[in-house]
């Protein structure tokens, strides 16, 4: 048995060493993981697996920066990225739906305090989202309520419809969303807050559904 004489990892490597164990780097990180073999890369699992993790990475090159931030400001300091926990999210919460109940749209960051509650309200082309917001703690501030919609769907479709955020920086109570279809949306709603030393957090998200008339 080989006995190493300093950190397994203090070394370069990359690759795998006897289909035993691989080497490889994530992020300037130096890892090492198990080899493994799907035993069959074509099942049910392993396809729905791939395809939701497909939509979930089409739903990020499109979304608005309003949707990414939470995400980022969850990530830092960890060893991923913003796109990298949302993707981790979609896999975990949505393989094997066929709608977009489970969705988070805000994992919530830096302990920030998630609504009340909401209300969404159908009208000709629209989806008005109230807020009833909590109280932050002593020295905290509500930037912004902010709100995203996206067509209800399969994730596992391959079917991908753009995805809208809006804010209210202003009275933090209602975003409007307007040129809608009559179909079924998913809505998410979460909070911004500057907290007492001046750094941002993000409330995590709820849900809802709505379809404009």
């Known amino acids: 048995m080989a006995v190493p004489t300093a950190p397994l990892l203090s070394f370069a490597a990359s690759g795998q060493i006897a289909k035993s164990l691989v080497f490889s780097k994530w992020k300037g990180r130096p890892y090492i993981r198990r080899y493994v073999v799907p035993a069959n890369p074509q099942s049910t699992a392993q396809q729905s697996t791939r395809n939701v993790f497909s939509w979930g990475n089409a739903v990020w090159k499109v979304a608005p920066a309003l ?12 060893v991923l990225t913003g796109r990298n926990a949302m993707l981790s999210s979609v896999v975990r919460n949505l393989r094997g739906d066929a709608d977009l109940t489970d969705i988070v749209y805000s994992p919530g960051a830096k302990g920030g305090l998630a609504p009340d509650s ?15 917001n909590p109280s932050g703690p002593a ?42 279809d009559t179909v079924l949306y998913s809505v998410g709603a979460w909070l911004k807050w500057t907290k007492a030393d001046g750094s941002t957090a993000y409330g995590p998200s709820i849900t809802d559904t709505g379809t404009p008339v």
């Open 67 to 78: 949707f990414q931030a939470p995400w980022d400001l969850f990530a830092t300091g960890q």
């Open 139 to 180: 020295g905290w501030t509500l930037d912004s309520a902010i709100a995203a919609v996206i067509k209800d769907q399969d994730p596992e479709s391959g079917t991908l419809y753009q995805i809208t955020a809006d804010e209210d920086d202003v009275t933090q109570a209602q975003v409007v969303f307007s040129g809608l």
């Open 118 to 132: 909401i209300v969404v309200t159908p009208g000709s082309g629209t989806l008005t989202v109230d807020f009833t």
